[in-house]
């Protein structure tokens, strides 16, 4: 019988890493969840479920529309996509307020119900390091609190909170997803909708630089190879 896994899948290159180290290198039989939460644009939910498609995966979509409070420039279009590039020690505007935690309570309740070890977790500490709930001390509560609140947990088989990119740089997890064959180029990154990536959000910015950095500036943002004069 193989061993199972859940990854939580936003269609990003990050979630996207992570599905393919959960199957590809731990050997998981991996079903992957993705949100629906009022996001201004479900253009990754797309992406996620190409993904899904690309690694075999089974793939739940779950609504949860933490959108409806705001709070967030990502569910809430009256605050603006910040473009100025990230400040240590300042959180930044995209948190979502409790976004995480939600997240993977569902993930911990649908590992729970399919038997699963582990929740794969996308989150990176270095890059985001303004975000409260991508640090290694945030999930290693967490797994307390997983391990008293579950049925699985009590019985000492509840599944282990795993977040194998926490400590690495963007480039580190760019070369990784280049290894592992994800195909990156479907992944969704930018914090705004449209027909293509906007190539000057953070999220954009960081990940372009990083693949410049790691050698395939023709992955990146059409913005970013057209100031590299390769457009």
Same mark, same amino acid.
């Given at each position: 019988?193989? !061993?199972? %896994?859940?990854?939580?899948l936003?269609?990003?290159?990050?979630?996207?890493?992570t599905? %393919?180290? %959960?199957?590809?290198e731990?050997?998981?039989d991996?079903?992957a969840?993705s949100?629906?939460?009022?996001?201004?644009?479900?253009?990754?939910l797309?992406?996620a479920q !190409?993904?899904?498609q690309?690694f +075999?995966?089974k793939?739940? @979509?779950v609504? @949860?529309n933490? %959108?409806?409070?705001?709070?967030s420039?990502?569910t809430?279009?009256?605050? =603006?996509v910040?473009?100025?590039?990230t400040e240590d020690?300042?959180i930044?505007?995209?948190? @979502? &307020? +409790?976004?995480?935690? #939600?997240?993977?309570?569902?993930?911990?309740s649908?590992?729970?119900?399919i038997e /699963?070890e582990? #929740?794969?977790?996308g989150?990176?500490?270095v890059? *985001?390091? +303004?975000y &409260? =709930?991508c640090r290694p001390? *945030?999930?290693?509560a967490f797994?307390t609190?997983?391990?008293?609140?579950?049925k699985?947990?009590?019985?000492?088989?509840? /599944?282990k909170?795993h977040?194998p990119? @926490?400590?690495?740089?963007?480039?580190d997890?760019v !070369?990784?997803?280049?290894?592992?064959?994800v &195909?990156? =180029? $479907?992944?969704?990154s930018?914090y $705004?909708?449209?027909?293509?990536p906007?190539?000057?959000?953070?999220?954009?910015?960081?990940? =372009?630089k990083?693949?410049?950095?790691a +050698?395939?500036?023709?992955? /990146?943002?059409k913005? /970013? $190879?057209r100031e590299?004069g390769?457009?």
């Amino acid at each position: 019988m193989s !061993k199972k %896994a859940v990854v939580l899948l936003s269609g990003g290159l990050d979630s996207s890493t992570t599905a %393919a180290i %959960a199957q590809l290198e731990d050997g998981f039989d991996v079903t992957a969840l993705s949100f629906r939460y009022g996001q201004r644009h479900t253009i990754e939910l797309e992406q996620a479920q !190409k993904i899904a498609q690309h690694f +075999g995966l089974k793939h739940f @979509v779950v609504d @949860v529309n933490i %959108a409806q409070w705001g709070g967030s420039a990502l569910t809430d279009e009256s605050i =603006d996509v910040p473009t100025h590039g990230t400040e240590d020690g300042t959180i930044p505007p995209t948190y @979502v &307020p +409790g976004r995480n935690t #939600v997240f993977i309570s569902i993930g911990l309740s649908l590992a729970e119900a399919i038997e /699963a070890e582990r #929740v794969y977790l996308g989150i990176n500490a270095v890059d *985001y390091s +303004g975000y &409260p =709930d991508c640090r290694p001390e *945030y999930l290693s509560a967490f797994q307390t609190l997983a391990d008293l609140a579950t049925k699985a947990g009590l019985e000492g088989k509840g /599944a282990k909170l795993h977040a194998p990119l @926490v400590l690495m740089t963007k480039v580190d997890i760019v !070369k990784k997803a280049l290894e592992l064959g994800v &195909p990156i =180029d $479907q992944t969704w990154s930018c914090y $705004q909708g449209g027909s293509e990536p906007c190539g000057v959000c953070d999220s954009c910015r960081i990940r =372009d630089k990083a693949l410049i950095e790691a +050698g395939r500036p023709d992955l /990146a943002t059409k913005h /970013a $190879q057209r100031e590299l004069g390769l457009l």
